[in-house]
């Protein structure tokens, strides 16, 4: 096993690494979809396991107790390389990347167009389901900066220092879509949905990011300013997070993202 994988990878830097004793090779899709088709050697995460699940901002993480658990049971060690896939083009991977770095371990990667991609190139599913370790020795220690408050963020609006990338639907972003008591953006926010850093004719892998930081920087998103991304419940936005992290843009990720602002009665909002 190479010391550090980049944070993305594709299927052939992937496939030589299958056996090597310090992956963790994470499976984040639909659990139906484990059973009959995983990378060998995966292990099933729910994605429930990545959130608190309750109000204000369900999207947050679990506690650190659970955390602990999760990385107890995952196997997680000093020396792990995870890789994490899932099948949507990178919303839930991305999160539980961000999980992880939140969690102090940072030698994590996202599999580039996750089980769709492995299948397209030809190499083998296993549906022979693989037993968690739980020998896991990492302890968690909690690094904040990966994330942002509601309070912090409502304080920051309008200073010229952040950018509020919303990865959601255009009729959410505009108000139209009903997704929460109010509905419309955060003051000030720019929107460029998650898909459209997807490649939808190569099997959602991501398109090429020098075209993205182009894309993004004529939103004014760029690396001279920190960047916070969100969506409903930061499910979406996870691939953001990790695009902007793979741009090297000071991204941060609102975990509470519309869920929270938009069933608070003081936040501000724009149609």
């Not at 139209?176 to 898909?195: L, M």
Request: hydrophobic share 40%.
């Amino acid at each position: 096993m190479k010391p550090d994988l980049p944070l993305i990878i594709d299927c052939a830097t992937l496939q030589p690494l299958l056996n090597a004793p310090s992956l963790v090779l994470l499976d984040i899709c639909r659990p139906e979809l484990y059973p009959r088709a995983h990378l060998p050697g995966a292990l099933s995460v729910s994605p429930g396991e990545t959130q608190a699940g309750m109000l204000p901002a369900p999207g947050a993480l679990p506690d650190a107790t659970r955390l602990q658990a999760f990385a107890t049971k995952i196997g997680l060690q000093t020396d792990s390389q995870v890789v994490v896939y899932d099948d949507e083009g990178g919303g839930w991977a991305g999160r539980l990347i961000w999980l992880l770095y939140s969690i102090g371990f940072t030698r994590c990667s996202l599999l580039d167009g996750g089980i769709l991609a492995w299948h397209d190139e030809g190499y083998p599913l296993s549906n022979d389901p693989v037993p968690y370790p739980r020998n896991g020795r990492w302890q968690v220690a909690m690094d904040p900066s990966h994330t942002i408050t509601r309070d912090a963020l409502q304080a920051a609006l309008g200073q010229e220092d952040i950018g509020i990338w919303d990865a959601r639907s255009a009729m959410e972003y505009q108000g139209i879509s009903q997704s929460a008591a109010r509905n419309g953006h955060i003051p000030g926010a720019v929107h460029y949905e998650w898909t459209q850093v997807m490649d939808t004719q190569r099997q959602l892998r991501l398109r090429p990011l020098e075209e993205i930081r182009r894309e993004l920087a004529t939103l004014g998103l760029t690396e001279r300013a920190r960047v916070v991304t969100h969506c409903q419940s930061h499910h979406r936005s996870g691939l953001t997070w990790l695009v902007g992290r793979a741009l090297s843009l000071p991204i941060q990720a609102y975990a509470g993202s519309w869920y929270e602002w938009g069933n608070h009665p003081d936040t501000p909002i724009e149609i």
